[in-house]
């Protein structure tokens, strides 16, 4: 890949690449979040990358609000 720095845009060939390599990696358990930070890149930008590709994105994790359990 050329130059891949932070906002630099990202076309053709390298694009196909990263979104590739992107693909993979998030289909094998890591978060988009994770995924932004370690390419350097913005959280949307990983988003739309995967969308791209019709990549089949996973909810929301985290705590939900829902009602308390009766004991």
Same mark, same amino acid.
């Given at each position: 890949?050329?130059? =891949?720095? %932070?906002?630099?845009?990202? &076309? /053709?060939?390298?694009? &196909? %690449? =990263?979104?590739?390599?992107?693909?993979?990696? @998030?289909?094998?358990?890591? *978060?988009?979040? $994770?995924?932004?930070?370690? #390419? /350097?890149? *913005? @959280? /949307?930008?990983? #988003?739309? =990358?995967?969308?791209?590709? $019709?990549? *089949? =994105?996973? *909810?929301?994790? /985290?705590?939900?609000?829902? %009602?308390?359990?009766?004991?």
């Amino acid at each position: 890949m050329s130059d =891949l720095r %932070k906002g630099a845009r990202i &076309t /053709g060939p390298d694009r &196909t %690449k =990263l979104a590739s390599d992107v693909k993979k990696q @998030y289909e094998r358990g890591r *978060s988009i979040r $994770e995924l932004a930070d370690s #390419h /350097g890149r *913005s @959280y /949307g930008f990983i #988003h739309r =990358l995967l969308r791209e590709n $019709e990549v *089949s =994105l996973r *909810s929301r994790g /985290g705590a939900t609000r829902g %009602k308390k359990k009766q004991l």
